[in-house]
């Protein structure tokens, strides 16, 4: 049995509350015109999402901790307890230039394990949720695991220019596949993998929050996450970051990136 | 006053009836799970499709020419007279993956003069049209025109990546830029530039079918569309494509294309 009623139940009401402050936004956005006055909105609807969730949590958690992207939290240097990740708005420039492909996204981690993630692709309204052990959802939808054989040749891959840069041979990967994509929001690109749509999301240095809930989904759906050196995350720590498909991985690993 | 009355009509139907058919495919497409078979399938999709518009042409303009990526019409080396150009679905490695971020792509040519294009991404269910000189539409809504003097540091820009690798500087304007996104459809892809979601998108060779209808609406709408070298598209070859808005195409001409 579910373990986290009292969460998860706080998690869908947050992307209620918040989802609508993001959609009201959209008007007012769409008013000012200049770069630097976007920017200072934009910056403003982070901080205000981030400061709603800080609040909330706060209320209904107050023991837990809180570590996000804005700084509205605490800064924390361990994962001891209860601690929350957040990203208010996951890929802010596409939400700016494009008022899509941006997402919230929200984590639960216990003493350093993810326990509970969900990404809130709020224009599209889809709703992302895994508690770890339980399958990961699609809105009300149980999302099936993701094929463990499928080969680079079978996929698109998904990279940004600095991993591409950083890794020569990766053009050859991309050659070996189906073809690039970028989209420009973490949490949604480890969706296109964890839901079969790419064979792999490469990023040359990400934060915490950009993957905190991503990992959780993307693992629990049988794709695998590591630095792109193999190595394992640490949650405190911005890097580099790849999920895939399991035999992706493997033929990344062993042909392309060590 | 409009004069493609019958036209439009036309396409509208076409887009209807090709819709239903697509959306029905990928229950089967779903169904297949071996690489080959899957190709195959799309393949069979494709040719479906425009089969379907070489007959629906026939019926209705039994005169014009038709121009297509899958070559159920004839050859054709001149743009006299009345021609379709149509690519029955851009984005077909995004149709076999995911099942969205592709389009219908239809335009008419007189004379080599485009006065009607016409764009359906179908997943979402967003009609492009426009006729030359009477506006853009998304659905029943005009579009407004581009903004003329947003800079490259405003704007998100899309290019794959052979373009940047022939193109070395364009490293340059990316890092100068918002970022770079990629989304592999061509038609949506000048469609993001169109509605102002992106500065520029940058390929280094596409087909006429690829940027027939796109050229249309986004020149409608206050773009600029050349080749990468600044010189003039001809819609009987492939080859590369920038579509811009006006401050960034000049930008990256003066700074980086040439």
Known sequence: MSRLAKEKQFVAAFFEEAGA?????????????????????????????????VQRVGEKFPTHR???????????????????????I???????????????????????IGVYGAIYEVEKGDIYTCEKGFGAYLNERKLPKVSSDAAISDHLLIANLSAIRINERLFEAIKESRGLRLYGAASLEYMYV???RAGAYMSANLAPWDVAAGKIIAEEL???????DGSQMNMLEKGSSIVALPHVH?????????
């Open 21 to 53: 402050e993001i959609i009201a936004s959209f008007q007012k956005n769409l008013t000012i015109e200049t770069k630097s006055d976007r920017n200072d909105l934009v910056t403003n609807i982070d901080k205000q999402i981030e400061t709603l969730f």
């Open 66 to 88: 809180i570590f996000g992207e804005e700084g509205m939290a605490a800064e924390i240097d361990t994962l001891d307890g209860p601690v929350w990740i957040v990203d208010p």
């Open 90 to 112: 996951d890929g802010t420039l596409n939400f700016v230039a494009q008022q899509k492909n941006f997402a919230i996204s929200v984590a639960l981690y216990v003493d350093g």
């Open 194 to 196: 964890a839901t079969g």
């Open 222 to 228: 049988g794709c695998i996450v590591t630095r792109l």
């Open 250 to 258: 493997k033929e990344l690993m062993q042909n392309y990136l060590r």
